[in-house]
């Protein structure tokens, strides 16, 4: 990998000071100076006050649903089933799928509608059109609505609404993800190529069962945006242990830019689908089969995977949302003695806030979730909305936060996923439980690789150039914060503005 020895003139690399040089050189920040000579050959590049930070990181992705869900019906803004419905019919009739193919569309969140989704409408959308299946994903991946098409297609003609739920669409998920390599990596290479503009030097990559091999063929050919670490799930644990694969090792011949990552195991479902696993039952699911949720692997299951992946040197991300869930993953972590993540801890109870530092555990959070989901979460989690989506007492506890923004739920962008934890509000309204709102500095911090807001002498080059000072931004100045260059190990992979 080529790189030169660069010298940024001017900078602001934190929230007060002086302007400062900083020297990249071998790959790595050499120094930051007041003020550093340049030498004969450097390229030297005026950053005129602009702000340096190290290079952002979303911790929790789903790059190929990311990808993929930005070619598919788009159902975000469908506040209602026959909203949904409109938006379908509407597809059937002007875009209809190739023969043969599924019409899959996005997005939809139904936990507030006031008509229930059910198939019988999906198959009224367009009568013309019902021999062609209809699936759609919700918002948080943990359903999908099928029409009757879809559910002959699938084995489901008998199931009575034609929601799905948790495994019951896995073989569908499998099946409509089933894109063609060739195809899917060049959507991967736009996609790439449009986080680095938004200031992303790397992803975890939690995509399921795993994406190593994916990863390293793009990258091997040319596709190098990015840093990833790839996570691995149950069903190829054996695989990752078999191939001696350990939790931040760098795969070869990628330059390293692609590396294993965790071994991720989801123990409880979510928020809208009202499966996220809890102590208190849901709002009318008291007398239903899953009142408090669903508890996806128990702890008899999940302790003998965490031991397995812990002693081949995986490091566990453990997806937990409701408080119990959250609750049983902690006690896991402790009975296992490894160190790894919680992803999500939407709803945790007070006395489990301290356990994420004591036991070495990263809240690995999201934090535009909560903005998504505050409505939801005030109806279904009435009076524990408090202690939900809990940053600011995360952090006062001592807990490591690590933000992403599991894209495709919501956007692959660092600097909307800050705004949500700074700012706690969004679209002009008062901010949602303001005391759960972290510092800028911690943002950010909770961002990058390094786990610092600041860039230090020794440092990867992986940096960012703003193009307005993000530590006196508004929430709303974050979202849109113009950015004007990336760097990655040295080498720019975006540039605009300097």
Known sequence: MTTTTTLLRGARTGPSGPLRDVLVSGGRVANIAERIPAEPGWEVVEVAGRTVLPG?????????????????????????????????????????????????????????????????????????????????????LHCCWINSAAARR????????????????????????????????????????EAAARGVVGVVELEAPWRLDAWTRRVRAGNRALRVVCGVWPALLEEAVARGLRTGEVIDGTGGLVEMGPFKVITDGSLNTRTA???????????????????????????????????AGLRPAVHAIGDWANNLALDAFERVGAQGAIEHAQLLDDADLGRFAALGVVASVQPEHAMDDRDVADRIWAGRTGRA????????????????????????????????????????????????????????????????????????????????DPFTASGAELRAMPVAATMLGGRWTWREAV
Not at 127 to 134: I, R
Not at 303 to 311: C, G, L, Q, R, T
Not at 425 to 453: C, V
Request: charged share 20%; with cysteine.
């Open 277 to 311: 696993y809890c102590h208190d039952p849901y709002p009318g699911l008291e007398d239903g089969t899953h009142p408090h949720g669903m508890l996806l692997v128990p702890p008899d299951e999940l302790v003998p995977m965490m031991e397995k992946a812990w002693a």
């Open 56 to 140: 952002l990181w979303d911790h929790h992705v789903h790059f190929d649903q990311w990808i993929m869900a930005r070619q598919r019906l788009d159902l975000s803004g469908a506040a209602s089933a026959a909203e949904a419905v409109a938006l379908v019919a509407e597809r059937l009739r002007t875009r209809p799928p190739e023969p043969g193919l599924p019409l899959v569309g996005y997005g939809f969140r139904d936990a507030l509608w006031p008509d229930p989704p059910h198939r019988d409408l999906l198959d009224d959308a367009a009568p013309e059109a019902a021999h062609v299946p209809v699936i759609l994903m919700s918002g948080d």
């Open 389 to 468: 989506f809990a940053f600011g007492a995360l952090l006062a506890a001592g807990a490591r936060l690590a933000l992403g923004s599991d894209a495709p739920v919501s956007p692959l962008d660092p600097w909307i996923t800050m705004a949500a934890a700074v700012d706690r509000g969004r679209d002009g309204r008062q901010p949602w439980h303001p005391e759960q709102a972290i510092p800028i500095e911690a943002a950010i911090a909770a961002s990058t690789r390094t786990g610092r807001a600041e860039l230090a002498a020794g440092d990867e080059a992986d940096l960012v150039v703003t193009g307005a």
């Open 154 to 193: 699938y084995g489901w003609s008998e199931h009575p609404t034609g929601i799905l739920r948790e495994s019951e669409w896995q073989a569908i998920q499998q099946d409509i993800t089933n894109v063609p390599a060739p195809l899917l990596d060049g959507w991967a290479e736009v996609a790439t190529a």
